[in-house]
């Protein structure tokens, strides 16, 4: 028997057309060199209906592939909002990208137009040549320099163009968004989110046991619009009435001090390096006011332990560890302790990855692809399903990465019966020495607990005796320092002893992916390479 609900498409047009109508006077501030910007909902609407008919004169129409190249801003905002809703497909480009991942991305996607911010004109100049699918570059500013040929100005479009525009009827599950992860290990895999993936994710971001995003919230958005939407937050925005920050390039611990303290923001959503960042700026200032933040949510890495308890011991502000990938759209487990927990046990659940939220099936498999139980003890891969998870790439690629209808996170760890992850590495980044496995993100986040530590990275080095061993890269903060006996020692108050590295190098700064997230590969290459200067504990 069926039932006698009504089958409504879920639809991103929905949401910003509820953006508009009930909370067209909620807001968007842009940081720019000049000041704030701000621009309320029902204005995003309307220039994003004349960028809707902008986009429609130049060709874009159904499935059409539109880029950004684009920092964290209100144009951008209008790019997501009139992409998806008239049809077509919006593909955001991570401005971090080397020149070779650039080109092979936009021709993977065969991208038709690309708007792009002036300051980052340079980096789309270098692959200009090489990506032919391209017709139509829109600037947001000028290229006063002809880098890139003929182009269309942002703004001069939208001024010729009515704000009127009837958002079509589309399939829920036609494609939306198209996102690509990080390439760390081979080319680029593009991920297809559609209507209906991108509103129920958002809706998950409202929930008060995720990130519980409200009309009383007003966010700022750290992590970068290129990097997996956002995090979803525009739509979770204009579906919640949630006012927006949008910090443009500025993404350093004195900006973002600044902008705490001037416009007050609720909550502000990055990953652990940009806050950890945070932490050293208001370390340098006689006071710092965090007062208007019921958290912080950090995601993309693990966050270390010495971090949430120093957000809450000197600001009083508590760290919210988020869990996700590209290939999740990425919320998939957020780490808000049970309700009853104690100070002690609540700071313990916040260090953990993350619970599984609902919408999300989570299981741990062996290496042999047997079942193992959620008890906190037995590490395994995640494996995961949902109406958020993708179930293939983009042109059909990385099979081995599926399982019977699961996604194979790469993600190791354990899994307690409360539904909380604990992920002790990736399994291209997990040591094995002498057949028994040493967590590298384990090791990390306890080093990163000593006062003289700023940023720690461990990886796996060749070892004749025990095939491989640990290396710890350290970055000392700027007015301090330690020697590789106190810093072993204090690792022993913490691990077993047989983890403790032998091989320790001293560096200005850990490397960096275009998400922010350590580059193990390129620390592993520095080591064979022989271009660390090693030193060995006895």
Partial sequence: MKSTMQDAPLLIRDIVLRGEQIYGTKQVFTLTPQGVDVASFSQVAANARRLANAFARLGVSADTRVATLMWNTQAHMEVYLATPTMGAILHTLNVRLFPEQLSFIINDAEDYVIVVEETLIPILARVRSLI??????????????????????????????????????????????????????????GVLYSHRSTWLHSMASTVTNSV?????????????????????????????????????MLFKGEYLLSMIEQLRPTIALGV?????????????????????????????????????????????????????MTETSPLAAVAIPPGASSPEEEITYRAKTGRIIAGIEVRLKDVDGQALPWDGVSVGEFELRG????????????????RDGWLRTGDIGTLDAQGFMVITDRTKDVIKSGGEWISSVDLENKLMGHPAVFEAAVVAVPDD?????????????????????????????????????????????????????FDKKVLRASYAAGALEITQRS
């Fill in 387 to 402: 109406p958020w998870v993708t179930g293939s790439y983009y042109h059909g690629q990385g099979s081995e990465s599926f």
């Fill in 272 to 324: 652990p390096t940009i806050w950890n960042d945070l932490l050293r700026a208001a370390s340098e200032k006689t006071t710092s006011d965090f007062s208007s933040l019921r958290g912080i949510l950090a995601g993309g890495a693990a966050v270390p332990r010495s971090m949430i308890e120093a957000f809450k011991e000197r600001h009083g502000v508590d760290v919210i560890q988020g869990w996700g």
């Fill in 212 to 248: 519980g995003l409200s009309e009383s919230d007003r966010v700022l958005a750290v992590v970068p619009m290129f990097h997996v939407n956002a995090w979803g937050l525009v739509y979770t925005a204009f579906m919640a009435g949630t006012d927006l920050i949008m910090p443009n």
């Fill in 132 to 189: 032919p699918s391209v017709r139509h570059i829109i600037v947001k500013g000028h290229d006063s320099e002809g880098l890139l040929g003929d182009v269309l100005n942002y703004d001069e479009l939208l001024a010729v163009e009515t704000d009127h525009f009837d958002w079509p009827d589309l399939d829920e599950r036609q494609a939306a968004i198209l996102c690509y992860t990080s390439g760390t290990t081979g080319d680029p895999k």
């Fill in 465 to 517: 005796r025990w095939d491989e061993r640990p290396l710890a890269c350290v970055v000392f903060r700027s007015d301090q320092t330690a020697t590789v006996e106190e810093l072993a020692t204090f690792l022993a108050d913490h691990v077993v002893k047989w983890w403790i590295p032998e091989r320790w190098a001293f560096v200005e700064s850990i490397p960096k992916t275009s998400v922010g997230k």
